[in-house]
């Protein structure tokens, strides 16, 4: 499929200026209309399935044709209560609004927005090479910022929705192994929490999503990946907390201790282990 070249609807209006915050309201118990970005990866395929059984509608994003066209098939066949897709590459910053401005078109408006795109890169080539580790950065922040200041503006002046966004425990704590991964979901973290600030007035929900491994194909060639987390548990926790309207979640939820722990080491110590 292709992006209509002139959507009628612009995500990004003014902002509306309030001197009393918005009040937020329980998350609708109904289908929802839910936008997925990077619905290929692991677990927001697995989500899908889960929305899709429930009937959720459904505006599906990621850059394998091959690949999203079945994970739609599959969510039709599940009993989702409307599927459209596109490919795009989410890389291309440039072409976000009018892709968003299709989306929203698409599902006749928003409930939830979710973010899952995302690369692990390879550590030792960026540390060595400036163009890999700012690719990394790109896909792994600047993109998901780009795609959020049109997302949040879009929700803020409806005072309404809510965007979900697979962050990751490393960017709790950098680390020898993969310090490049972890610094731009580090640097994404903090830019949803201060969006949540922001936004959080105007009625719009922020839930920053902090996975540690889990079992997918991302992952499969990295050791100990059969000790990995299961990624229909993780997905069954992460559409939980976003029905809940819930700010932050851990999950699997050990990991919140786990990283509570490595962020209390003094550093040091720290700076002579090797994680």
């Excluded at 001197?19 to 989500?47: D, F, Y």
């Excluded at 049109?150 to 990751?168: D, E, K």
């Excluded at 990295?222 to 700010?247: C, H, L, P, R, Y």
């Amino acid at each position: 499929m292709s992006t209509p070249t002139n959507p009628q609807l612009e995500p990004v209006l003014p902002t509306r200026r309030n001197t009393e915050p918005a009040t937020k309201t329980t998350p609708a118990t109904g289908p929802k209309r839910i936008l997925v970005l990077g619905a290929t990866s692991g677990i927001a395929e697995a989500c899908i399935r889960l929305w899709a059984e429930r009937g959720d509608s459904l505006y599906l994003v990621a850059r394998n044709a091959d690949k999203l066209a079945a994970v739609a098939a599959d969510a039709r066949t599940r009993g989702a209560g409307y599927v459209n897709f596109v490919v795009a590459d989410l890389d291309k910053t440039a072409t976000h609004p009018e892709l968003l401005a299709h989306a929203i078109n698409s599902l006749a408006g928003l409930d939830v927005a979710y973010l899952a795109l995302g690369v692990l890169g390879e550590q030792p080539k960026a540390e060595r090479n400036f163009d890999e580790a700012a690719s990394i950065l790109h896909t792994n922040f600047v993109a998901p910022v780009s795609l959020l200041t049109w997302l949040a503006n879009y929700c803020a002046q409806r005072h309404a929705g809510t965007l979900a966004v697979l962050s990751s425990v490393a960017g709790d704590r950098g680390r020898k192994s993969n310090y490049v991964y972890g610094s731009s979901k580090a640097g994404l973290s903090a830019f949803l929490a201060g969006l949540r600030n922001r936004v959080d007035r105007e009625g719009v929900t922020v839930i920053t999503i902090k996975p540690g491994p889990v079992k997918t194909a991302m992952t499969q060639s990295m050791k100990g990946s059969e000790k990995f987390a299961n990624v229909d548990k993780v997905a069954a926790t992460i559409v939980k907390a976003i029905d809940k309207g819930q700010d932050e979640l851990y999950v699997p939820g050990i990991w919140r201790i786990i990283m509570g722990v490595i962020r209390a080491i003094p550093e040091r110590i720290f700076k002579k282990l090797n994680l």
